[in-house]
């Protein structure tokens, strides 16, 4: 157990459609990263906040959107949802976010399923 | 930019015996971080293994080690006395320097283990 949390687990939606899809980092961690694990793109990330601000962005759709809130937790808000936005979306935290040494922890995912 | 590359889509090993996982990395950057994770069929991504870019000894953690050669920009995984529970996906990833600490990931290992 890595100690970082997704929910839900498991999310099945129609085209369209708007969801969430929220992360708590672990304990003492500042920084959390969102990444998306599909079969045709493999592991790409999508953004990283610390302390509140976002910090990094990387391959994230204008349709997806995230924030991290005063008690660290982070969302990640995936909206006019399409058959290719189905994966599994991982959160990671840090503890500072900073310098290429610091190990992310990953959480146990998010399946997200579009029909 | 960043590159990581795992030219074995697949490997199997016997039960007890050792197993070289292969990654290559590219990168300008001076100073940067690699890192294996593990990913069994149930999703989750578990940290193994780090390796600083200016360690001097090779990482050890546990069964696990990691077969540091900078000139040859490679950071092979070696997994000794293989278990059935390593069966798994293998992911190599580096993390650069500069402003922004996303992890970069390779394509993957599927690793079988049998008995």
């Known amino acids: 157990d890595s100690g970082v949390t997704q929910t839900p687990k498991h999310l099945i939606t129609a085209t369209g459609q708007r969801v969430t899809l929220r992360c708590s980092p672990r304990?003492?961690?500042?920084?959390v990263y969102w990444y998306q694990q599909s079969l045709d793109q493999g592991l790409q990330f999508l953004i990283q906040y610390y302390n509140g601000e976002e910090r990094a962005k990387g391959n994230i759709l204008e349709r997806f959107s995230a924030q991290q809130f005063p008690d660290l937790h982070s969302e990640l808000n995936l909206s006019s949802l399409e058959l290719g936005d189905s994966a599994l979306y991982f959160c990671?935290?840090?503890?500072?976010?900073?310098?290429?040494?610091?190990?992310?922890?990953f959480g146990p995912g998010t399946r997200l399923l579009v029909l | 930019a960043q590159k990581i590359t795992q030219t074995q889509p697949g490997m199997f090993v016997q039960e007890k015996e050792a197993v070289t996982l292969d990654c290559t990395y590219d990168t300008s950057d001076p100073s940067y971080g690699l890192f294996w994770y593990k990913q069994p069929s149930s999703g989750e991504m578990i940290f193994l293994i780090y390796?600083?870019?200016?360690?001097?000894q090779n990482a050890t953690e546990g069964r696990y080690s990691l077969n540091f050669q900078k000139a040859r920009k490679s950071a092979n995984l070696v997994i000794s006395a293989s278990q059935l529970g390593d069966s798994a996906m293998y992911f190599c990833?580096?993390?650069?320097?500069?402003?922004?600490?996303?992890?970069?990931f390779g394509k993957g290992t599927l690793l079988t283990v049998n008995p």
């Open positions: 990833a580096m993390r650069g320097g500069g402003s922004n600490y996303k992890l970069t």
């Open positions: 390796q600083g870019s200016y360690d001097q």
């Open positions: 304990s003492g961690d500042l920084s």
């Open positions: 990671a935290s840090s503890l500072t976010g900073t310098g290429p040494q610091e190990t992310q922890y």
